[in-house]
């Protein structure tokens, strides 16, 4: 799910209120076709160097969100309780139609994003080189499991999640043996 404050027609960014995520072989990139305001579309494109600077932010967040207990086998149990709630996460997921692109109102590759933590979520603004374009959307802990798992997924399709040389880690709790079906946050 993801949730934001309504898009607005002033300089703020636009509110993604669903988006779909995939991998582009052509482009070698990963791709968000995101929906706001009565279903208008725009195409975020995210790049190999970009996720590998955003995805420890997202995934250090889950990762304080966790209780556990101190002590003997803490590592263990952590990741335990991390597995189970991205399985959790993943296994919540409804199908939904994807985002289309075809009418793609705005199209760009995402220069930056801007992480806002807080206790209850993440806020993520995506930003072009032009600093009037931008969209956000915020994610809760289980939104932004499935939206981790679904990405985890386009970068293993890519074969960014498996090198690490592609400096793109990932946790062995998100490498759950169960694939998301479909790409769809609303």
């Known amino acids: 799910m993801a949730h934001g404050a309504p898009a607005t027609a002033g300089p703020g960014p636009l509110a993604l209120q669903r988006i779909t995520t995939s991998f582009d072989a052509g482009e070698d990139r990963i ?5 706001w305001a009565a279903g208008q579309t725009l195409v975020l494109w995210l ?6 600077r955003l ?8 990762e304080q969100q966790a209780v556990v207990v101190d002590g003997p086998g803490a590592d263990v149990r952590a990741e335990l309780v991390q597995g189970f709630a991205q399985q959790a996460a993943m296994a919540s997921m409804e199908p939904q139609a994807p985002v289309e692109a075809r009418a793609a109102q705005r199209v760009w590759l995402v220069q930056s994003v801007d992480v806002a933590a ?6 993520l603004t995506f930003k072009a080189e032009d ?19 679904v990405l985890h997924e386009q970068c293993r399709q890519a074969g960014w999640a498996a090198a690490p040389s592609s400096g793109l880690m990932w946790p062995t709790w998100v490498q759950s043996p169960a694939k998301p079906q479909h790409s769809v946050l609303h």
């Open 131 to 149: 600093p009037a374009q931008a969209a956000g959307m915020t994610l809760q802990a289980q939104p932004l499991r499935q939206w981790l798992g």
């Open 31 to 35: 791709r968000v076709c995101g929906e």
């Open 47 to 52: 790049t190999q160097r970009l996720l590998v």
């Open 55 to 62: 995805v420890p932010h997202l995934l250090g967040w889950l």
């Open 118 to 123: 807080t206790a209850q979520g993440v806020r």
